[in-house]
């Protein structure tokens, strides 16, 4: 059942859909879901364990926020809740969304629905497994560097990070606080728009989020706009085979669409990855210094206030979340700020501008979502190599822009390729027309 | 000879009625962690939110000590681990503060003024409260995001004088402004003492060493001067680079030392950067604007005292040091009663009958304007009055009242005194025959007879008219 269509129903026929997914999710082996926790009454939305929900335990995956229960809820939260829908299950990530397959959780791997030997994508894994195998109808993620866009294309679903500023962010438990978003994980573009006009909007409680008037994309989705697209052949070069063809057809499918396309040069993204993983570092090293065992969480036993820290941390904390504090404590230390954060921001600036001269040209751009197709399970566990797949949505969250994923072909493995358009900061309007006539240009082709 | 360098950082609470980054009460001596809420918790998600009330009242303290405002400025963080801080940094400005290059004016005893430099002022969170019983620490965060301003001064000040003369005008400052209650006692106006020595004449800076957190103007001085006794025996002992280095230490009241709390060598780090859940601090036309009208300063207030009420320096001092002593000066005037006159007997008079503070005394202007105009239109004496004050201070009564609850109207109608007088000359005529046979000591005694038969209250100067006449 569609999000819209669920929208629909009366209270029994929610209640009868509960009770479907219910079944679904217990007779599940993915472990899309942590845990089946319930809030209130409404359309059911699968909710990523790092988003608030009052009275629920929310834990970002990890050991150390183990018993604890959030005491309020997610600006995100009251806004479903306003437009009757409800939090319905907690779903797995990546610890504190440091990852990208989803194998860091505390609470062990989520299979991928396609091919239960692959990695769902990370850090949103649960909420692209949910929603891929059915057992969600629609869920919330959070993008910092991909984390939604990456597994929904990993699962073959829509998947879609707003414009930064667009959607509160209080109440997302923070991993870097200048690139982080929530935004839906759906079945098809429709929804996700819909799920979106549902989320988005100005929040008080988040300074950074944007002062402007709420207008709905809904009301005006409007998939024949005929639209310039931007299209980047050099920078497929890094991406496998299979990737590069469904992008083609991608393209294609554009043309007949009746788009114009418009061939485009970014910049190099190695920059995207040097100045992505020192920004999102910093920020996290201070973001996650509060999980310290001393008000809330899980502390570790000691006899001294020092072993109290060290030994919480230690054992509470997994070694990517580890790993990433280091660097981002290495990056943000005396003597090595300018040289590291401050050219890290410059190099933003520049990524930004880089992006705002593409769109005086375009209205989009399209561009592959990961380099290959969900991986086999351990294939990244090498640190670098993960941090490399990232090159292709990393830049989003740079530069601010809003982006979605959608699915465009299936490879020889049956595995799922999804790939995203990028439009504009708070363009979301062009972004769901365009993934619109490009879905719709899929089917018929 | 040695002369002593001393730089002051001052966090002065700002008396907001929310804190700096939620809106949780900023009130004092509430029961333990009542005033928190998920932002000043720290909870996973919460994100601050900037009480712009605050910007004001940065503003005004930058106008106040002619700094300049950056009518652009950012928040840091500032990173660390302690319990009494619960997100493990605080948000402060580092790079960029809302106020800056300030000074402030002192007059030493033996120069006519000396200017202090004012480095900055910057805007920042305070952390929570620690407290340790026996066998375990507790954590009370009510104080966990406070506005504080950080008001750090040059290494300009040379002496414990110095000191105590920007301390006490940079606290009028505050209280002038109304922006905190500066109150060291309830810790909202706390001091950190940077101090070093150097022979008189280098002017290179040599280690200076943080005295924190000490809690009343006595005590700083006291700190300054063993902290200085020490350095300088480092000195002449040959051993002043091996026992003074840069560290943090605190003064133990009770034994009269100075104790290192922490050294350089374990120093944190505090990996400062661009706070990213805020964003910059903008103080528009209209908010600066309002900001920079402010009240006037003690110094104005002084020279106006000298100026048009004619007090003398000392007084005018005395009386401006406190906001409150100055508005009540100056309410007494504005009823009448004689500047001088309001000055003795306010900050003589009714200061030392005090046991708390002015503003809770029983006394207050209308009051104390009343008794003294009832000493200048000669309804009661001076001595008399005193008493009257005595019995104003401990019960809830009013003046005229009180004057004639105790008897205390003076007589100064010539008639009632001319037949005191009468009597008592008539009662000692021996007296008189001698006072008339040129023994003039004994018109002293006559005085003092006609007093007591009045039961003090004739008024002197009649008496003394009459009875030269009479004798």
């Given at each position: ?6 929208l ?19 007779n599940?082996?993915?472990n899309?879901?942590i845990?089946?926790d319930e809030?209130g ?5 699968a909710i ?5 929900v ?19 809820n997610a600006t ?6 306003g437009a ?19 194998e ?5 791997k ?7 030997s ?5 850090s ?6 949910a929603?891929?195998?059915g057992?969600?109808i629609a869920?919330l993620?959070?993008?910092?560097g ?17 414009t ?9 438990g ?6 982080d978003?929530?935004g839906p ?11 979106y ?5 100005y929040?008080?409680?988040?300074s ?6 709420y207008?709905?994309?809904v ?16 920078h ?16 294609k499918?554009?043309k007949?669409?009746g ?12 920059y995207?990855?040097?100045a992505?993983?020192?920004t999102?570092t ?9 999980y ?15 072993q109290?820290?060290?030994?919480s ?12 504090i280091l660097?981002?404590?290495?990056v943000l ?21 880089e ?6 040209k ?22 670098l ?5 990232d ?6 969250n740079l530069?601010g822009l809003?982006?979605i994923?959608l699915p465009v072909?299936?490879?020889?493995d049956?595995l ?6 990028i ?9 769901f027309?365009?993934?619109?006539s490009?879905?719709?240009?899929l089917?018929t082709? | ?5 001393i730089?002051?950082e ?6 907001t ?8 009460a ?9 005033n928190?809420?998920p ?8 994100l601050?939110r ?12 930058g106008t ?6 950056n009518r652009?400025s ?17 948000i402060?400005?580092?790079y ?13 005893k ?12 910057h805007?920042?969170a305070?952390?929570?409260k620690?407290?340790h019983?026996?066998s ?5 965060l ?26 006490k005008?940079?606290h009028?400052?505050v209280r ?8 060291m ?18 002017d290179?800076?040599y ?20 902290e200085v006794?020490?350095q300088i ?8 680079d091996?026992v003074i ?6 003064f133990?009241q009770a034994a009269?030392?100075t ?11 505090y ?6 859940d805020l964003?910059?601090v ?8 309002s ?11 002084r020279?106006?005292?000298?100026d ?31 500047a ?7 900050s003589?008079?009714?200061q ?19 008794l ?16 009257v ?18 008897g ?17 000359l008539s009662?000692n ?11 003039d ?10 007093m007591?038969a009045?039961k003090g209250?004739?008024?002197p ?11």
């Open positions: 059942m569609k999000l819209r269509e669920a629909k129903l009366d209270s029994s026929g929610i209640a009868k859909l509960k009770d479907e997914l219910r079944a679904k999710v217990d599940s082996l993915l899309a879901f845990s089946l809030a009454d409404g359309v059911p939305i990523k364990d790092n988003i608030q009052k009275g629920w335990s929310v834990t970002a995956g990890s050991k150390i926020l183990q018993g604890y229960i959030s005491p309020y995100v939260i009251d806004k479903l809740k009757g829908l409800c939090a319905f299950g907690r779903t797995n990530m990546d610890e504190f969304a440091m990852g990208s397959t989803t860091s959780s505390y609470y062990g989520t299979l991928n629905p396609h091919d239960n692959c990695v769902p994508g990370g949103s894994g649960g909420s692209a497994a929603v891929a195998s057992e969600a869920a993620g959070s993008d910092t991909g984390s939604i866009r990456q597994p929904a294309a990993y699962c073959g679903i829509v998947g879609m990070k707003p930064y500023g667009r959607v509160s962010r209080y109440g997302l923070a991993y870097a606080s200048s690139l978003q929530i994980m759906t079945q098809d573009v429709e929804d996700a728009a819909l799920l006009d549902i989320i988005s909007g929040d008080q409680n988040d950074t989020s944007a002062d402007v008037e207008e709905s994309v009301d005006k989705l409007d998939g024949n706009r005929v639209l310039n697209i931007g299209i980047t052949p050099s497929l070069e890094n991406a496998a085979p299979q990737i590069q063809k469904a992008y083609k057809k991608a393209v499918a554009l007949d669409a788009h114009n396309i418009v061939e485009c040069t970014l910049l190099d993204p190695k995207d990855i040097s992505y993983y020192i999102a910093a920020e996290a090293t201070t973001n996650l210094a509060r310290d065992g001393v008000r809330y969480g899980r502390r570790a036993e000691s006899d001294t206030l020092e109290l820290y060290i030994n941390r230690s054992e509470g904390f997994g070694d990517e979340v580890k790993r990433r660097l981002g404590n290495f230390s005396s003597g090595y700020y300018d040289a590291y954060y401050i050219k890290a921001q410059k190099v933003r600036r520049v990524i930004k501008d992006y705002a001269k593409l769109f005086e375009v209205d989009l751009i399209l561009s592959p979502v990961a380099p290959t197709t969900a991986p086999k399970f351990g294939a990244l566990s090498d640190p190599q993960m941090y490399l797949s090159i292709y949505t990393i830049g989003v530069a809003p982006a994923s072909n299936k490879d020889e049956t799922p390729i999804g790939l995203q358009l439009a504009a900061p708070y363009d979301e309007q062009t972004l027309d365009g993934a619109l490009l879905e719709r240009a089917e082709l | 000879m040695f002369e002593t360098v730089g002051l001052v966090h002065t609470q700002l008396n009625q929310t804190k700096l980054f939620c809106s949780c900023t009130s004092f001596d509430q029961r333990a962690n009542l928190t809420c932002v000043c918790l720290a909870l996973p998600g919460a601050p900037f009480n712009r009330s605050v910007l004001h009242k940065a503003v005004s303290f106040a000590v002619d700094a300049t405002i652009v950012h928040f840091d963080r500032k990173s660390y681990f302690y319990p009494d801080s619960p997100s493990a940094y605080q402060t400005q580092l960029t503060p809302i106020v800056e290059h300030g000074r402030l004016e002192i007059e030493p033996d120069a006519d003024s000396k200017i202090i430099r004012i480095n900055r002022a805007i920042e305070d952390a929570g620690n407290i019983d026996d375990r620490s507790k954590v009370d009510n104080r966990a995001g406070t506005p504080l301003l950080e008001i750090v001064s040059e290494p300009d000040m040379r002496s414990t004088e110095e000191v105590t003369l920007y301390l005008k940079l009028s400052i002038y402004l109304d922006i905190s209650d500066a109150n006692q309830e810790g909202s106006f706390r001091v950190d003492v940077n101090v070093s020595i150097r022979p008189k004449g280098d290179k800076l280690t200076r060493v943080e005295i924190k957190n000490i809690n009343s103007f006595k005590f700083i001085t006291k700190a300054i001067e063993i006794e020490r025996d480092a000195w002449e002992d040959g051993v002043y091996e280095v840069q560290e943090t230490r605190l133990d009269q030392v104790r290192s709390m922490r050294g350089k060598e374990d120093s944190a780090d990996r400062y950067f661009l706070e990213p964003l910059k903008v103080v528009d036309d209209e908010m600066y604007e900001a920079i009208e402010i009240p006037e300063l003690p110094d104005a207030k020279a106006r005292f000298i048009e009420l004619g007090l003398s320096p000392y007084d005018a001092s005395v009386l401006t040091s406190d906001l409150y002593m100055a508005n009540y000066f100056e309410s007494m005037v504005e009823d009448g009663a004689g001088k006159m309001s000055c003795v007997w306010l003589v008079e009714l030392g009958r005090l046991d708390s503070s002015l503003e809770e005394s029983l006394v207050d202007a209308p009051k104390l304007a009343l003294v105009k009832r000493i200048e239109d000669k309804t009661i004496s001076a001595k008399a009055a005193k008493e004050l005595d019995h104003l201070c401990s019960s809830k009564i009013g003046v005229d009242e009180a004057i004639d609850k105790l205390l109207k003076q007589i100064s109608d010539s008639s009632a005194i001319e037949a005191i007088v009468n009597d008592v009662a005529q021996d007296k008189v025959e001698q006072y008339r046979a040129g023994k000591k004994l018109f002293g005694f006559f005085v003092g007879q006609v007591k009045s209250s004739a008024n100067q009649s008496v003394n008219e009459i009875l030269k006449r009479e004798l």
